[in-house]
C-alpha cells in the first residue's frame, strides 16, 4: 500500500471550537479537497446527525477526480449484533467503498467510558469489522488512544488490533487522540507494533503537545502509509495533524510524490478557502500557508533576503502558492522601504534618501499613533502617493453626519454627506445597515455617474480593534476595512478615538485606492 | 550546567509580524517572565536601537527574583578591531552579565549576505568572543542558520563553533535560524556535534516547518542544556519555538524542574498577558494555554470526561493554569448543556429534559442565524434565565437613536434613549466616542442613581465581524461587547444586519448580565 493522505477536516475538524459547516460548506470544501488530490476524505458520521446524512446521499453526484470518500461510525454498541445497530446500518446505506471504524485500544476507556467488559469491546471490534467486510466495504481501523493504552496495557492495546486485521480490516490507524504524546514515544511504539502486526499502518494525531506534526512524521519514518490530519490544524481541543504542514514537509522534504507540483501550489488557497469557510480567521503564522510565513521584518533578513532568498526561507513560498512579504515598521530601515515601494510599482529612482527618510518617519509616527500598515497596504500606498506625488484628491469633503433610530426594536441608519467632486459640489443622503454601510452608500452615490464601475466594488470585511489606553489616555479604535471588485481585494485603516471617525478615514482611503487603480494613473 | 530557559520574546519574538513592543511593554514583560521563572531573558540589542538602550539602563533597576538579562548582538563589522565597533562598546556598557553574540556558520550566508571573505568570519567571532570575555562578559554564541550551514559544510560550520568555545564562550547554541529541519536530523546533527565539541550545548529553533517544539525536545534529548523560545511562539515568518510548549513538556513530560508547580500554574497567564501586551489575539488552540485546549465539544467527549477527566485530556488542565471547558453548540447533547448549567451554577434538578431540549432548540435556532455563544458565555446564562426564571427584567427600552457629526474632519456622537428602570420613565442623552461608546453612556447615565457601582465597570473590547451571505442574503454582522468591572471580565453577543442594532442588543445583555451578578439574585 503507497503512501496516502487523509483528511479528516469535516468530521474531526468540525469539532473545533467555533466551527460550524452546513451542508454546503461540506459539499464545497469536498470539492476542494479533490481537486487538491486527497486521497481520502472522512465525509462525516451518517449515524450521529441528519447533515452528515444528507452529506452522503449529496456527494455521491458530484463526480469527484480522485478522492474516495469515508463514511465514519464507532463500532456496534455493546450486547446487540453489527447486522442490528442501526448507526453501523447506515454506513452500509451511506453508498460509499471505504468505512473507518473506531474502536477503544485503551483499556482505561472501555471500563471507564463505555463502562463495559474488556472482552465485549473485542467482540464488538471483530463482529463490526466482519460485517461490514461481508457488505463489500474497505475497512479503516481507528484505535483511538492507541498509543495511551499501549503504554498503559499493552497486550489489550495489540489485541485491538491484530483482532480488527484478523476481521478483515486493510488498514490499522494508529490514533493519539488525546494528543499528549512525544515523537520518541511515537517512534518507539511504531516500531514494537511492527514486529507485531504485519497489516499496514496509519497514524492519526492530535496537537495537544503542539508535536502533532513531528508525531506524524515519526511515524512515517517508522513506515506507516497513511497519514491523517485536518486542513490548517481545526479539531478538537488544540486541533489534529495540520495537513498543510505534513504534506509539503513529505512533498518537498521526505521527497514523496503525493500531489502534483500544481496541486501543491493550491495548499495555501485551500487553507484559506477551508478557514473562510469555516467562518475562522486565518492565523498568520501558519507554517508554509500563513500570510507571514514568509514575510520579513528584520532589517538584517530584508537586506540578505534581497541579496538571496535562500538566506532566510527553508523553502521557496511559490512551491505552496504563498509569496514573499517584507514589512514596513518601526524596525525596517531604508531597505524594508524600498523593497516595499518597488513591489507595489514605484519606480526607486525616483526616491532619494531624504525622501525615503521622510516618509519612514511619517509611517512610524502614525503607527505611534496606532495605525498598522502591515494589514493595510492599500493605505500605504496612498501614503507614498499623497507624499511624493502631484496628487490631485478626487474629491473633498465638507462635512458628514449620520443617525440611526430604533423603534419597535428596529434600528434604521441613514448619512448625509457634502462633498466636491471634480470640482462639482454635491449633496447626498443615503440608508445603510448602520452608520458605516449608510455613509459608505453615500459614497457611492455621489461617485457612480463620475466612475460607474463603482457598483462593482463591495465592503467585504470590516474589523474593529479597541487600542488599549495603556498609559490613560482615551482608548482608540482600529478600523480596517476590506473593499472588493471582481478581480481583487484591498485594505485600508482608519484610527481615531471615534469610531465613526476611524471607519471614515477607512472609507475614504478604500474608494480613494480604488479610484487612483480605476482612474489609470500609473504609478511610476 | 544544568537545563536552563532562554527566553527572546523581547527581542527575535519582537520580529513578529504585527508586534510592536514599547520600553514599558518590554519592563513589564521583563517582571513576568522573572516571576514566571526564566533563566535568561534577552532584553534586546543595544546596538540596534536607542529603545533597546533604554531598556538595558532601566532593566538595572528593577531587582529580578531569578532571571538574567542578557544583550544580543552580532560579530563585530568586518576589517575592524571588536574593541572599536561601537556596537560591541554597547554590549559592554549594557551593565549586564551575559551577552548572546550571533554568529553566521553556514558559509552561504558568509559569502552571499555578508559577502566577506570565510576566513574573516572566523577572525571577527574570535575577537569578539576573547574581547567580550575579557571584559568579564559571560559569553553565548548563537550559531545562526548552524543545521543548514552544517549540512553545507560541516567543517566550516563546526569551525565556527570550535573557534567561539576556545575564545572562551561558555555555550554554544545550535540555530535552526530558517526554521526547516525535521527533527531527525536535528537528532542525528547534535549527536555529531556532540562527538567534535564538549562545550555545552544549547537550541534555538524556528517553527517554519511546524517542528520548532519536537526540534527543541529532540536537541534536548540529545543532551542540550539550553532551550531558547518565546512565549506563545512570537517571532519573525512562523515565530521561535513556543515556550508555552516546551515548559510543560519539559517539566511535566521529561520530569525536568525547571519552574516550581506554582510557577508553571501562571504559564496561561504568562501567554495571555504577553498576547495581550502585544496587542495580538489569543490563539484559542494554542496548545497547553489557548482558551480551547481542554474544551470539549462532541458529545462522547464530552460525556467520557464528565466520567473521567484523563479520558481525554493528556494532563490537568490546572497545573498550566488553564481550565476544563464544555461548549453547547449544535454537535452537543445534552450532556454538553447540563455540564455547562452546572458550572454556570443552576441547579440541575430544576431542568427536565424537556426544558433542555427547549434551551438546547433556542440555541440551535440562534446559531443558525449567526449566534455564538461559545465565546459569550454571559448571554447564554441569560437566555437560560429568560427561559427559565421568573425573571423581570430591569428595564424596558422604549426607543432610541444616536447620531454622529463630522465639521473639519472631527467627529461627535451624541445618543438618546427613553427606557423604563424599575417602573420609571427616563429619557436620556449623552455624547461618546462614536454611536455605540454614546448609547453605553446613555445607559450608565440612566442607571448609575440606581446602581452607583455601575461607575465600576466599563466595556474593554468590542469586536465586530462580518457574517458572509453565502447564500445572497445580507450580509449580517456580530458583535461581541467585553465588560469588565474591577474582579471579572464577561462578554456577550448580538447579531442583526444593522451593526448599530447588533451592538445594541450586545450592549444590553453585558449590562443586564451585571445587574443580575450585582443585585445578588442567586443563580438558584
Known sequence: MGLTLYDTTLRDGSQGEGISLSLDDKLRITRQLDRFGIDFIEGGWPGSNP???AYFREVQNMNLDHAKITAFSSTRRANIRAAEDSNILKLVEAGVDYVTIFAKSWDLHVTDALQ????????????????????????????????????????????????????????????DTNGGMLPSQVTKIVQEVKAECDTPLGIHSHNDGNLAVANSLAAYEEGAVQVQGTVGGLGERCGNADLCSVIPALQLKYGEELVTSEQLKQLKPLYFFVTETANLIPINNKPYVGKSAFTHKGGIHVSAVRKNPHTYEHIEPELVGNERRVLVSELAGKSNLRYKLKEIGFNLEDFSDAMIKKLIKKVKSLENQGYQFEGAEAS?????????????????????RTNSVNRDNKTYSEAVVKMKVNGEKVHIAAEGDGPVN???NCFRKALVSFYPEITETK??????????GNDGTAAKVRVLIETADLEKSWTTVGVSTNIIQASWDALLDSIEYWLLIEAGISIN
Not at 499501549?150 to 483482532?163: F, I
Not at 500605504?380 to 458628514?400: G, Q, T
Not at 465592503?459 to 488599549?468: A, C, G, M, Q, W
Open 459 to 468: 465592503l467585504i470585511d470590516y474589523k474593529v480593534r479597541v487600542l488599549n
Open 438 to 440: 449608510a455613509l459608505d
Open 51 to 53: 447533515k452528515d446524512e
Open 380 to 400: 500605504l500606498i496612498l501614503l507614498a502617493f499623497r507624499e511624493f506625488k502631484d496628487y490631485n484628491p478626487f474629491f473633498e469633503i465638507e462635512d458628514f
Open 116 to 175: 463495559i467488559p474488556l472482552k465485549e469491546n473485542i467482540e464488538m471490534i471483530k463482529d463490526t469489522v466482519s460485517f461490514l467486510k461481508s457488505e463489500g466495504l474497505n475497512v479503516f481501523f481507528d484505535a483511538e488512544h492507541f498509543f495511551d493504552g499501549y503504554l498503559a496495557n499493552p497486550n489489550y492495546a495489540l489485541k485491538t488490533l491484530k483482532v480488527a486485521a484478523e476481521a478483515g480490516a486493510e488498514l490499522l490507524i494508529l490514533c
